[in-house]
């Protein structure tokens, strides 16, 4: 991923922090008929360090892992918040007016090579972690015990568990930095009179503003 200085994100836990907020990953493989991409949630433990490692499941019908060249490594890719920036959020606009429309956005890449795994138990482990992730903002959250546990073993069936020990990772956070500070400023206004809190918010953790 092409990233300069500006924008290039190297802290672990900023990294890791990106990852666990950000929505299904994209993942992506080498396969005899080239690439390969599926899309799923993935959790993150953060053992063996420094990167830590991927966990989650895809369909058992997916060819995914059974396709997937070993000896190349994978690419999952992880998307945080993004969002279009108009050249009128700058002041540089009505002073000069040399601006141009740009994208601000956050992309971690992580590499590693893909294991599969079935065992049931572990299985069950995965799928409960993730959805207890998911559920517990919920004022009556629901939890894969609510199920009958004869049609989770049959779910279960259905699965195959997926793991990505991390062997590289990298970040960009593309959000103004590159840009003055009354631009900053002027972005972080113009996302929040936009109604865009989240990105404006992503800003002024980029930028300080």
Known sequence: MYIPPHFREDRID???????????????????DGLFASHAPLLLDPEPAPYGTLIGHLAKANPHVRLADAAVQT????HGPNGYITPSYYP???????????????????????????????????????????????????????APPDFVAGMLRGIVGIRL???????????SQNRPAADQTGVVDGLRQDGQDDMAEAVVS????
Request: charged share 20%.
């Open 206 to 209: 980029a930028t300080g503003r």
């Open 14 to 32: 900023a990294l890791h922090a990106a990852i666990r907020a950000a929505g299904p990953a994209t993942v992506v493989s080498m396969t005899p």
């Open 165 to 175: 020990p991390i062997a590289r990772l990298e970040g960009k956070i593309k959000m």
């Open 92 to 146: 540089a606009k009505q002073e000069h007016g040399k601006v141009v429309p740009t994208w601000n956005y956050v992309a971690i890449h992580a590499y590693g090579r893909l294991e599969a795994f079935d065992d049931p138990a572990l299985l069950l482990e995965v799928v409960t972690r993730l959805t207890d992730r998911y559920e517990s903002p919920r004022a009556a959250p629901w939890a894969v015990s609510d």
């Open 75 to 78: 690419l999952v890719i992880f």
